[in-house]
């Protein structure tokens, strides 16, 4: 491989692209967006001793959802879409091996997903002039975005040397992601909905004046689901990646910004669920949940697990999209032009 070579097809490949006025209107648009999150999120955060933490997590939420969203669409058709143009036939010709042609589409790619973070960097700054962003949010959560940034561009790539047409590519693409993002959540739901287990449920009983009785106590059983069984199938989801890897910061013990508070979602489904205990005669009696930090820091990361999930799905697509634009090819899918 040449590292000239490999950028020349980058750089061609983003020319095809810059060319279509479309994609500076999606930038464009993609701003205004960033504009109008950012002012609800200073409103929404406003409650907080300093709102630049949160203002800060959902801008990075906000870049990756449309990571997720446009570059299924970019990079689903880069080499498919080469080759049903005859463009790849001839760029085969050339010097240029086959490494040079698949890490050249996919830098390609990573900087078409990277200007959606060049675009929300004035926005990124504002939020941290507003103060409290700390440096270790502000650099693992980019550095955990730049390599979800990666893996769904090679997802693209590698589906688009595999799947023979663009359209078809394109929509695996869209599916990979979706059961990464959207799958997750609702294989964590049905699941854990799915196992239930009875939980003791003790209780005050009420007199016929309304009011309850203090001296003897009712005991049942309720249902409830067993999230704590299932709670893994989260970990690839790349948004629990992204909070989950990035530090908390917290005011009077809660989080104050949406990694926080996604992180404390998904770890407090880990917890089992406990007896229940309802006693109006003492109210502070009863069963105390703990507090957030708590929570978060006697509860297992995932995060690791979920990147690694993600890189092995990305690089087996991407590896298998090598194996089968290499030249000369040995074998190929019926009706596939060559030139």
Not at 144 to 168: D, K, M, N, T
Request: hydrophobic share 50%; proline share 7%; aromatic share 8%.
């Amino acid at each position: 491989m040449s590292g000239s070579r490999i950028w020349t097809i980058a750089g061609l490949e983003l020319t095809l692209r810059l060319r279509s006025v479309g994609w500076y209107v999606m930038l464009g648009v993609f701003a205004l967006v960033l504009l109008i999150v950012t002012v609800l999120a200073f409103l929404v955060f406003s409650y907080q001793p300093v709102v630049g933490s949160g203002v800060f997590s959902a801008i990075v939420m906000l870049v990756l959802l449309l990571v997720v969203l446009i570059s299924p669409t970019l990079s689903g058709s880069s080499i498919n879409g080469d080759r049903e143009s005859a463009m790849l036939a001839s760029v085969q010709v050339t010097q240029a091996r086959t490494g040079d042609i698949m890490i050249g589409k996919l830098l390609a790619a990573i900087i078409t997903g990277a200007a959606f973070l060049a675009v929300a960097l004035p926005f990124l700054l504002v939020a941290m002039f507003a103060g409290g962003v700390d440096p270790g949010v502000l650099s693992i959560s980019l550095l955990v975005l730049a390599a979800e940034i990666v893996i769904v561009s090679a997802i693209g790539v590698g589906l688009s040397g595999l799947v023979s047409r663009p359209l078809f590519s394109v929509a695996n693409t869209y599916l990979v992601v979706a059961a990464l993002t959207v799958g997750t959540l609702i294989a964590f739901g049905l699941g854990g909905s799915a196992i239930r287990t009875e939980v003791p449920v003790k209780n005050r009983p009420i007199a016929a004046d309304g009011r309850p009785s203090c001296d003897s106590w009712t005991e049942s059983t309720l249902l409830m689901p067993r999230y704590d069984y299932v709670w893994g199938f989260l970990a690839a989801n790349p948004f629990v990646v992204l909070a989950d890897a990035t530090p908390t910061t917290y005011a009077h013990g809660y989080p104050t910004d949406m990694f926080g508070q996604i992180k404390l979602g998904v770890r407090s489904a880990q917890l089992p669920p406990q007896p229940q205990t309802w006693d109006p005669c003492n109210p502070d009696g009863g069963y105390r949940p703990p507090m957030p930090k708590q929570v978060i820091d006697g509860t297992t990361p995932s995060w690791f697990v979920g990147l690694a999930v993600q890189i092995l799905i990305a690089g087996g697509l991407f590896a298998g999209a090598w194996a089968r634009t290499r030249t000369p090819a040995r074998r190929l899918p019926p009706g596939t032009r060559i030139a």
